[in-house]
């Protein structure tokens, strides 16, 4: 599996993997923010995590989230509960950004990654191209930037 070449290249240094949720492992429907218990696991990519998290003990995957209102926390980490119950609760950040404000999704990962104190690598797996170009614009730790589609092989 091809993010199992990507990985290896690091050797056994620690590395952070921050993965997004919405389109990255669960299927993405634009008109339904809410309800995250109904919404639908991407299985493979899901399947992908859990070998690398059981088979690569210096990788430690995280959740870097965005959701508009508070209650989506709660759904969303009832979600995680049920599909990545291994993703420690401590490891799950999921920002609450107002749609309608100045501050873009990218912006809030990109200062959530900037702002950690850290010698390990980061990596962050996200489906939003307009994201990964905001990190990659002021990228302080080095993150590694994955398009989601490193989970599709």
């Not at 920002?95 to 200062?111: A, F, Y």
């Amino acid at each position: 599996m091809f993010i199992e070449e990507e990985l290896k290249k690091y050797g056994d240094k620690n590395i952070r993997v921050y993965l997004d949720m919405d389109g990255t492992i669960v299927h993405y429907n634009i008109d339904g923010a809410f309800d995250y218990d109904k919404k639908r696991p991407l299985l493979d990519r899901i399947d992908k995590v859990k070998y690398l998290n059981d088979n690569y003990p210096n990788i430690t995957f995280y959740i870097l989230s965005i959701c508009h209102e508070k209650k989506q926390i709660n759904e969303k980490n009832i979600w995680l509960d049920k599909y990545l119950p291994y993703i420690e609760k401590d490891n799950r950040v999921i920002i609450v950004r107002d749609p309608k404000g100045p501050i873009t999704s990218g912006d809030v990962k990109r200062n959530y990654l900037n702002q950690l104190n850290t010698k390990d690598t980061i990596i962050l797996i996200d489906d939003d191209v307009r994201i990964l170009k905001a990190v990659k614009s002021n990228n302080r730790n080095h993150v590694v930037l994955y398009k989601d589609s490193i989970l599709s092989d």
